[in-house]
């Protein structure tokens, strides 16, 4: 069967070349010249027609110089291309045919004796469509060539063997949402790789598979277009099209190729938002600061991307002041924030009307509207605890640096803003006033001085007043307290600098010597002003004077000439300055004026007189015998103050009287029958006469009374709380008392005492070589301890 098939496949191959062959000699015989015979140079070395005419040149495309073989023959025997003969052949196979050129030998093969020529390997005319080749006769003996060599072309004969294909698939395109029937949407190409010259094989058609009824394709060109209205991409996004191209122009019998369109609709505006609620309801903390989130709604929209932007805005409400409304850009919701402070116990509700609405409009679909959407938001403030409030945020307050302990410079207030309304109870930051330069009243609020204030210390103070609820110490309100210390004439004008004075000898009566210049710690409003003279005591010095410029400036001038170092090195010039404040201030500098030997030009040459020489008789072993005779009595007179630091005398104990007692005094507890006023509680309570009445003799307090730092004024205001104020700034500035409110003073016994230490030990002698006598000389302090020590030597 293979045999045969094979066979009947190239009877049909040489029926179709013969066919071609003939069409071929009907042309060719109406060209050919009337005397064939011309062709050749002599009749015996005529070829044949068909070898002569492989070098004739015709205008026509079929011509004896070419052969035609079909592509993909599949047969088992070599397939038949053509036949070369010469007219010199006889048949004797004295001719030898020689084949060469393009696939010579490798895919087509000559027979030498009969010229027949065989293609031996498949042919596809999409690899090549066509071969050169030469062909030659030679004698088969002398290997003489017969003819000339000849060219001719092989073509390779097309069959429909390649189906169309979609070089560029599968396909992605994308089309509005409701576009009208007949959109375009996208072209498609597909490409047969068969001869397009050569029948139908290359024709293609195209048609649609899957799609329907929703996309067509044209048949000729490929364009896919839609075929329906008012496709929704809310209702359906992506369509999955196959479109097909069939060559052999669709007939039955051709090749088809096959491709996927996946066609996704985009979205355009044509659905409205809508909330999804009429009503909202949200609660708030009134203590939630300013831009602090409240809640969220959102207009819900089918669109997506640009055509589901919303606005939101609040177009009504009692809150529409108190609350801000915006959108977040990627969840296209509404935030509605606090604008306002809010209060619990000023208003409980609010209501807001909300409106959302597209932010971009396609006018087409305008009709499909309205294209925004209300909605009402409740929103309830919580009550919470609140810290206490001030009346002022801020307080400004100025007091002049003069002003005395205790002076009110402001009274702050604060009020709890909760309906229960707790008492308040204020205090200091003291972090804010490290110096303890004020104190605040705990009830009222009053704000007082402690301390005395310096503007050129520190002219500003930042306090931080705290009110706190007595119920709820964790609730804490704050108000800052700005101080400015206002100015008091209350420095004297003082020279710039020390001045390095001096005057020459062969200085004139009248000359200027030294410019003067002042400075003052105060800052009047209308500037300085400095007056100078001499003082009182030296008006009418005979040395010198002073002239004042009128300009803060003074001059020093002499009054006479001959001015001699031997006969006085210095003047010593008492100078009063004295500035324009009120009360005014002056402070006397004394200038130390210098003779000094100059030269013409009145530089200084020496500023110190010459030394005088050692008289002949006194020479220089002499003084070193008396500075030696100085410092041995100086050593005799240490040795004697020693010793009688250190004497020793014997010292009895009676056991009966060996009592030992420490001594403590408590400055805040009565001493006896003869102290009675250590501590007198009436004179807290009237300060004034803290100094009226007798004062011990055996003691002086180590902290002084503090009625005197009390000002008069707060005397009659509050004499108590001023006075323990007083005593607080006193102990404040005493460095050396403890920290307690019991002063227990121990300062009678020690290294620091006079009586030095009473202890016995460290000490190299006995008691019997002590002498107490001097306990005596001690005050009645010691008394009791004087009759202990002297009563053994009385015995």
Same mark, same amino acid.
């Given at each position: 069967?293979?045999?045969?098939?094979?066979?009947?496949?190239?009877?049909?191959?040489?029926?179709?070349?013969?066919?071609?062959?003939?069409?071929?000699?009907?042309?060719?015989?109406?060209?050919?010249?009337?005397?064939?015979?011309?062709?050749?140079?002599?009749?015996?070395?005529?070829?044949?027609?068909?070898?002569?005419?492989?070098?004739?040149?015709?205008?026509?495309?079929?011509?004896?110089?070419?052969?035609?073989?079909?592509?993909?023959?599949?047969?088992?025997?070599?397939?038949?291309?053509?036949?070369?003969?010469?007219?010199?052949?006889?048949?004797?196979?004295?001719?030898?045919?020689?084949?060469?050129?393009?696939?010579?030998?490798?895919?087509?093969?000559?027979?030498?004796?009969?010229?027949?020529?065989?293609?031996?390997?498949?042919?596809?005319?999409?690899?090549?469509?066509?071969?050169?080749?030469?062909?030659?006769?030679?004698?088969?003996?002398?290997?003489?060539?017969?003819?000339?060599?000849?060219?001719?072309?092989?073509?390779?004969?097309?069959?429909?063997?390649?189906?169309?294909?979609?070089?560029?698939?599968?396909?992605?395109?994308?089309?509005?949402?409701?576009?009208?029937?007949?959109?375009?949407?996208?072209?498609?190409?597909?490409?047969?790789?068969?001869?397009?010259?050569?029948?139908?094989?290359?024709?293609?058609?195209?048609?649609?598979?899957?799609?329907?009824?929703?996309?067509?394709?044209?048949?000729?060109?490929?364009?896919?277009?839609?075929?329906?209205?008012?496709?929704?991409?809310?209702?359906?996004?992506?369509?999955?099209?196959?479109?097909?191209?069939?060559?052999?122009?669709?007939?039955?019998?051709?090749?088809?190729?096959?491709?996927?369109?996946?066609?996704?609709?985009?979205?355009?505006?044509?659905?409205?938002?809508?909330?999804?609620?009429?009503?909202?309801?949200?609660?708030?903390?009134?203590?939630?600061?300013?831009?602090?989130?409240?809640?969220?709604?959102?207009?819900?929209?089918?669109?997506?991307?640009?055509?589901?932007?919303?606005?939101?805005?609040?177009?009504?409400?009692?809150?529409?002041?108190?609350?801000?409304?915006?959108?977040?850009?990627?969840?296209?919701?509404?935030?509605?924030?606090?604008?306002?402070?809010?209060?619990?116990?000023?208003?409980?509700?609010?209501?807001?009307?909300?409106?959302?609405?597209?932010?971009?409009?396609?006018?087409?679909?305008?009709?499909?509207?309205?294209?925004?959407?209300?909605?009402?938001?409740?929103?309830?403030?919580?009550?919470?605890?609140?810290?206490?409030?001030?009346?002022?945020?801020? =307080?400004?307050?100025? @007091?002049? !640096?003069? +002003?005395?302990? #205790?002076?009110?410079? %402001?009274?702050?207030? $604060? *009020? &709890?803003? /909760?309906?229960?309304?707790?008492?308040?109870?204020?205090?200091?930051?003291?972090?804010?006033?490290?110096?303890?330069?004020?104190?605040?009243?705990?009830?009222?609020?009053?704000?007082?001085?402690?301390?005395?204030?310096?503007?050129?210390?520190?002219?500003?103070?930042?306090?931080?007043?705290?009110?706190?609820?007595?119920?709820?110490?964790?609730?804490?309100?704050?108000?800052?307290?700005?101080?400015?210390?206002?100015?008091?004439?209350?420095?004297?004008?003082?020279?710039?600098?020390? =001045?390095?004075?001096? @005057?020459? !000898?062969? +200085?004139?009566? #009248?000359?200027?010597? %030294?410019?003067?210049? $002042? *400075? &003052?710690? /105060?800052?009047?409003?209308?500037?300085?002003?400095?007056?100078?003279?001499?003082?009182?005591?030296?008006?009418?010095?005979?040395?010198?004077?002073?002239?004042?410029?009128?300009?803060?400036?003074?001059?020093?001038?002499?009054?006479?000439?001959?001015?001699?170092?031997?006969?006085?090195?210095?003047?010593?010039?008492?100078?009063?300055?004295?500035?324009?404040?009120?009360?005014?201030?002056?402070?006397?500098?004394?200038?130390?004026?210098?003779?000094?030997?100059?030269?013409?030009?009145?530089?200084?040459?020496?500023?110190?007189?010459? +030394?005088?020489?050692?008289?002949?008789?006194?020479?220089?072993? $002499?003084?070193?015998?008396?500075?030696?005779?100085?410092?041995?009595?100086?050593?005799?007179?240490?040795?004697?103050?020693?010793?009688?630091?250190?004497?020793?005398?014997?010292?009895?104990?009676?056991?009966?009287?060996?009592?030992?007692?420490?001594?403590?005094?408590?400055?805040?507890?009565?001493?006896?029958?003869?102290?009675?006023?250590?501590?007198?509680?009436?004179?807290?309570?009237?300060?004034?006469?803290?100094?009226?009445?007798?004062?011990?003799?055996?003691?002086?307090?180590?902290?002084?009374?503090?009625?005197?730092?009390?000002?008069?004024?707060?005397?009659?205001?509050?004499?108590?709380?001023?006075?323990?104020? $007083?005593?607080?700034?006193?102990?404040?500035?005493?460095?050396?008392?403890?920290?307690?409110?019991?002063?227990?003073?121990?300062?009678?016994?020690?290294?620091?005492?006079?009586?030095?230490?009473?202890?016995?030990?460290?000490?190299?002698?006995?008691?019997?070589?002590?002498?107490?006598?001097?306990?005596?000389?001690?005050?009645?302090?010691?008394?009791?301890?004087?009759?202990?020590?002297?009563?053994?030597?009385?015995?």
């Amino acid at each position: 069967m293979r045999t045969a098939g094979n066979m009947k496949n190239a009877y049909r191959c040489l029926g179709s070349v013969l066919f071609f062959y003939f069409l071929e000699l009907l042309e060719l015989t109406a060209a050919l010249p009337e005397n064939v015979g011309d062709l050749t140079e002599g009749s015996e070395n005529r070829q044949t027609i068909d070898v002569q005419l492989l070098h004739r040149r015709l205008k026509r495309s079929w011509v004896w110089n070419q052969f035609f073989v079909l592509e993909e023959y599949t047969g088992s025997d070599p397939l038949y291309v053509g036949k070369l003969h010469s007219d010199m052949d006889k048949g004797d196979e004295s001719i030898k045919y020689i084949l060469s050129g393009e696939g010579a030998g490798t895919m087509f093969t000559i027979d030498d004796t009969t010229g027949d020529i065989h293609a031996i390997q498949r042919l596809d005319r999409e690899e090549r469509s066509q071969y050169t080749l030469r062909a030659q006769a030679l004698d088969r003996k002398s290997r003489r060539p017969l003819e000339p060599e000849s060219e001719f072309i092989i073509k390779i004969q097309d069959i429909n063997d390649n189906e169309p294909k979609f070089l560029d698939g599968p396909y992605v395109a994308s089309v509005p949402e409701m576009s009208p029937v007949g959109t375009s949407i996208i072209q498609l190409t597909a490409t047969d790789a068969d001869d397009p010259t050569y029948g139908n094989s290359a024709r293609v058609v195209y048609s649609i598979l899957q799609g329907q009824p929703y996309f067509s394709v044209d048949t000729k060109t490929g364009i896919i277009r839609t075929a329906l209205t008012n496709m929704d991409r809310e209702a359906q996004e992506c369509y999955e099209v196959i479109i097909q191209a069939k060559d052999m122009g669709g007939q039955l019998g051709g090749l088809a190729g096959t491709t996927t369109v996946n066609i996704s609709l985009s979205d355009v505006n044509d659905n409205p938002p809508r909330f999804p609620q009429k009503h909202y309801q949200m609660s708030v903390l009134e203590s939630a600061p300013v831009t602090s989130l409240v809640g969220r709604i959102l207009a819900k929209d089918l669109d997506e991307g640009v055509n589901a932007e919303m606005k939101y805005s609040i177009i009504d409400g009692d809150g529409r002041d108190f609350f801000d409304i915006s959108t977040d850009p990627n969840s296209q919701a509404a935030v509605i924030t606090v604008g306002k402070p809010l209060s619990f116990e000023r208003k409980k509700t609010y209501t807001l009307k909300v409106e959302g609405a597209n932010a971009h409009l396609e006018v087409r679909f305008l009709n499909l509207g309205p294209f925004r959407d209300q909605t009402t938001v409740h929103i309830t403030v919580e009550d919470v605890d609140e810290p206490p409030v001030f009346q002022s945020s801020l =307080y400004f307050v100025e @007091v002049p !640096e003069d +002003a005395e302990i #205790g002076t009110t410079v %402001q009274i702050v207030s $604060a *009020k &709890d803003p /909760d309906v229960t309304n707790n008492s308040i109870r204020y205090s200091i930051d003291r972090s804010s006033d490290p110096g303890r330069f004020f104190y605040v009243d705990i009830t009222t609020g009053a704000l007082m001085t402690a301390r005395p204030l310096d503007r050129e210390d520190a002219s500003w103070h930042n306090i931080t007043i705290l009110a706190m609820e007595m119920n709820n110490p964790t609730q804490i309100g704050t108000a800052p307290v700005t101080v400015k210390v206002l100015d008091v004439n209350d420095n004297a004008p003082e020279f710039t600098r020390f =001045y390095d004075t001096y @005057v020459c !000898e062969n +200085a004139k009566s #009248g000359q200027m010597i %030294q410019t003067l210049t $002042a *400075k &003052d710690q /105060d800052e009047p409003q209308e500037g300085h002003h400095f007056y100078y003279s001499l003082a009182p005591e030296v008006a009418n010095n005979p040395n010198f004077t002073l002239r004042d410029n009128q300009d803060n400036t003074a001059w020093i001038v002499t009054r006479r000439a001959g001015f001699r170092q031997r006969d006085q090195s210095a003047f010593y010039l008492p100078v009063l300055i004295t500035d324009n404040g009120r009360p005014r201030q002056s402070s006397t500098g004394t200038l130390t004026i210098q003779v000094c030997s100059c030269d013409d030009a009145g530089d200084i040459m020496s500023c110190h007189p010459e +030394a005088y020489t050692l008289p002949a008789t006194l020479s220089r072993g $002499a003084l070193i015998a008396i500075l030696g005779c100085i410092f041995v009595l100086l050593v005799l007179v240490l040795l004697i103050l020693s010793m009688r630091r250190h004497r020793k005398k014997p010292f009895v104990v009676d056991e009966e009287d060996n009592v030992h007692e420490n001594i403590v005094r408590y400055d805040d507890e009565g001493g006896g029958e003869e102290d009675t006023e250590a501590f007198d509680i009436a004179a807290m309570w009237n300060p004034r006469e803290a100094h009226t009445g007798k004062v011990r003799q055996d003691m002086q307090p180590e902290i002084q009374s503090l009625s005197r730092y009390v000002p008069q004024n707060c005397r009659m205001e509050s004499s108590v709380h001023n006075y323990v104020l $007083a005593k607080l700034y006193e102990a404040d500035v005493d460095l050396c008392s403890p920290p307690f409110d019991s002063l227990q003073t121990y300062m009678f016994e020690g290294d620091g005492s006079v009586a030095e230490s009473l202890s016995s030990l460290q000490s190299g002698s006995t008691d019997s070589d002590q002498s107490y006598d001097y306990l005596t000389d001690w005050g009645p302090r010691f008394k009791r301890l004087a009759e202990m020590y002297s009563a053994p030597q009385g015995k």
